[in-house]
């Protein structure tokens, strides 16, 4: 399936979870939100979250700071 991450193009495989998106963009244990079309995914769901075709998603990484 096509959908976009971050404005680049992406396949993932049907069924495809947040958790497994993450895994693949080797960002596991990082600080990172997840916005699929638009509504943040809670961290919490990453595992049952599937996209679908033509998803636009944002990885945003966390930085810390003073």
Not at 12 to 27: G, Y
Not at 30 to 39: D, F, H, M, Q, S
């Amino acid at each position: 399936m096509q959908i976009t991450v971050n404005g680049k193009p992406a396949v993932l495989p049907e069924s495809s979870t947040a958790q497994e998106l993450i895994q693949r963009l080797e960002l596991s244990g990082k600080r990172i939100a997840l916005e699929v079309n638009g509504t943040i995914v809670p961290r919490s769901t990453y595992h049952s979250h599937q996209f679908h075709e033509g998803d636009h998603v944002e990885v945003v990484h966390a930085i810390g700071g003073g």
